[in-house]
């Protein structure tokens, strides 16, 4: 079978809070973007119950609810919204090159002058039953996110690097109390990051524990805690548990073309969202490890598209030179 070609001027991978802000500041610039969803159509946020710190929403928004109108304002001003996925891509080096990505792993093939890549980051999880059944019902990934709808109750953190020592510590402001559990017999983190933790008087640390399992029918009310050297169990009473065990950059189709650091980040230049390869700019959690959220993911969206449109100034694009020959 033939292979089934498509030109487009920028080629949005990804959606969620920088994908579709991407879409809105692209279309509006006349880039004729065409987006693909990828696994997750709206990202991470549509695992979210509840979207409190979003500015724009006082009385909050559920984040399903917050990705569809995200993707409505996209489409409004043009954007072309698909369900799929980009299965392996072809960067072109030159500048003013085209750059080929396969849907679906078919036959069918985008050619973009521009690609702007969101297609965020996974956050791992223990992979326990009970901890994935509770996921949205206390069980969490991001403190920062969610840390506010526990405030004056104990929590548990699971984590031994800087960003659970983080995160333990500001759940400690806001917090009962916060039992942190590390997998082995001592941490990670920094020492600066240790001795924050163990100067903060409401923060419990208990080495070599693990989760064995989470309490609670609909949200949770427990955890049960394992000890690793003598297989001894506890019962504690919490009402939210925090897992910060890191997260894996959805980037590996980019792997041998991109600059990525050793976890798998896109590396991008200075202050913009610009990569190594010309025409190729990537915004949100693919590229940002040390913020998360989902404001500065749609902060540089937007920072993408403009880039994106710059670039397309100064080569010039392919459309204004060769009229309507292509799908645009």
Known sequence: MSEQIERVKTLII???????????YAARADLKPLLYTGMEPGGQLTTTTEVDN??????????????????????RFGTEVRIGMVTSIELSTEVGGIHKATI???????????VIISTGATAKYLGIPSEQKLRGGGVSACA??????????????????DTAAEEASYLANICN????????DHMRASKAMQHRVNSLKNIEVR??????????????????????????KEDIAITGLFIAIGHKPNTDIFKGQ?????????????KTTKTNLPGVFACGDAQDKEYRQAVTAAGTGCMAAL?????????????????????I
């Not at 920062?144 to 690097?161: E, H, N, S, T």
């Not at 991109?258 to 200075?270: P, Q």
């Open 14 to 24: 990804g959606s969620g809070p920088a994908g579709y802000t991407a879409a809105i």
């Open 54 to 75: 979003f500015p724009g929403y006082p009385e909050g928004i559920d984040g399903p609810t917050m990705m569809v109108q995200l993707q409505q304002q996209a489409e």
């Open 104 to 114: 679906d792993n078919s036959d069918k093939i985008i050619e973009a002058e521009t």
């Open 144 to 161: 920062v996110c969610d840390g506010f709808f526990y405030k004056g109750q104990d929590v548990a953190i699971v984590g031994a690097g």
């Open 177 to 184: 109390k916060v039992t942190m559990l590390v997998r082995k």
């Open 207 to 232: 080495y070599n524990t693990e989760v064995d399992e989470v309490l609670g029918d609909q949200v949770v009310e427990g955890l049960r805690m394992v000890n690793n050297q003598t297989n001894e």
């Open 258 to 270: 991109l600059e990525m650091d050793d976890t798998g980040y896109l590396i991008t230049e200075g």
């Open 307 to 327: 880039d994106a449109e710059r670039y397309l100034a100064e080569v010039g694009s392919v459309e204004e030179a060769v009229g309507d020959q292509y799908n």
